[in-house]
């Protein structure tokens, strides 16, 4: 007889054949959904483990567009879900996914660290590359920092349209500079006006009335009236003139 398992070396071979651990296809494969947002709907892809991928509709070919671009970056297999994951469609519409769980794997300590710092800023603020470099004490990796949410796997969720150069401007953005203005207007900054701001010399602005220095975009610094505001070009220069820092968005000297 010339069975297959009759050869010793086939017969070794099957023995060590064992059924795949419970849970398998589940921990490798993602599922995929569109999601309506007040400014930009998105495709979202989720693992096990959480969001993996965001990408703005506008900027893929439809479903087989990002499909094919999830494929490359990931090495994935994708099938749709049913229903998007819980709390994304909350999140884009607040602003707010602090409490979304995303699957950074693939991603190095020093991002994960500007992702999760970025996570924190509220919609309709802005904070500099710089601050998200002093908040994760690496004060001088602001380049670095500017790399890292380039790659930012999940944006619109993790906020990387809040981050903006020190000089006021909007910078750059992995989807064209004209979807990060959009995006920002959308949340309500008045992206002109804090470009103005910046140009004039004042990067932080002050409450006399309350001795506190903020963030131009900070909640707390948009209701403080023209008689009660004053501009500082740095920390330094606020604390010398007797104010402290804002709780809310904790601005860093320099």
Known sequence: MNHLHDRPLISALSELSVRAP???????????????????????????????????????????????????????????????????????????ATGLQFDLRGRTAFERSVLETTLQIPAGELRPYSWVAWHIDRPRAVRAVGTALGHNPVPLLIPCHR???????????????????????????????????????????????????????CRRARHVGDDRRRGFRSLAEAAAAGFRACADCRPVGR
Do not use: N
Request: hydrophobic share 35%; with cysteine.
């Open 163 to 217: 981050v903006v150069r020190s000089d006021g401007s909007v910078g750059q953005y992995g989807f064209g500079t004209d979807m990060k203005r959009r995006l920002l207007e959308g949340e309500g900054v008045d992206v002109d006006q804090v470009e103005a701001t910046v140009r004039g010399g004042a990067v932080l602005v002050g409450d006399d009335l309350e001795g506190v220095v903020c963030m131009p975009t």
């Open 22 to 96: 419970d849970g398998l296809a589940q921990r490798l494969l993602a599922r995929w959904s569109y999601v309506e947002g007040p400014v930009e709907g998105a495709y979202v892809a989720t693992t096990s483990e959480g969001i993996s991928s965001v990408v703005p509709a506008s900027t893929v070919g439809g479903d087989d567009g990002f499909a094919e671009a999830f494929h490359r970056q990931f090495g994935r297999p994708l099938e749709r879900a049913e229903r998007p994951p819980d709390g994304v469609e909350d999140a884009l519409r607040t602003g707010d």
